[in-house]
């Protein structure tokens, strides 16, 4: 699948938007930046995504192959509210 994440400061919190050309890949992507929307780059890189994987049951409905790509998703999430960051204080 292919994901696209766009992050931006917004009075210090990143603020995301994203997509991917599929459904499941979306919705899994919604929950991530539902999650993330509207926090400092800080909390976002201190998130314990086992924690949320536990706390909401994902492991029990996600294939192993789904499961990496949520990682994947979230690693890119958090490398692009870091990149938005030097980009905001460049500017």
Same mark, same amino acid.
């Given at each position: 699948?292919?994901?696209?994440?766009?992050?931006?400061? %917004? #009075?210090?919190? !990143?603020?995301?938007?994203? =997509?991917? $050309?599929?459904?499941? /890949?979306?919705?899994? +992507?919604? &929950?991530?930046?539902?999650?993330? %929307? #509207?926090?400092? !780059?800080?909390?976002?890189? =201190?998130? $314990?995504?086992?924690? /949320?994987?536990?706390? +909401?049951? &994902?492991?029990?409905?996600?294939?192993?192959?789904?499961? !990496?790509?949520?990682?994947?998703?979230? $690693?890119?999430?958090?490398?692009?509210?870091?990149?938005?960051?030097?980009?905001?204080?460049?500017?």
């Amino acid at each position: 699948s292919q994901v696209w994440i766009h992050a931006i400061i %917004d #009075d210090g919190r !990143v603020k995301f938007d994203g =997509d991917s $050309d599929t459904s499941v /890949i979306k919705g899994i +992507l919604a &929950l991530l930046i539902s999650l993330c %929307d #509207d926090l400092s !780059v800080e909390q976002i890189q =201190d998130l $314990d995504m086992d924690e /949320i994987f536990q706390r +909401l049951s &994902l492991d029990e409905h996600l294939s192993p192959n789904r499961h !990496v790509g949520v990682y994947a998703m979230f $690693d890119l999430m958090r490398q692009k509210a870091v990149e938005a960051d030097k980009h905001a204080h460049a500017a």
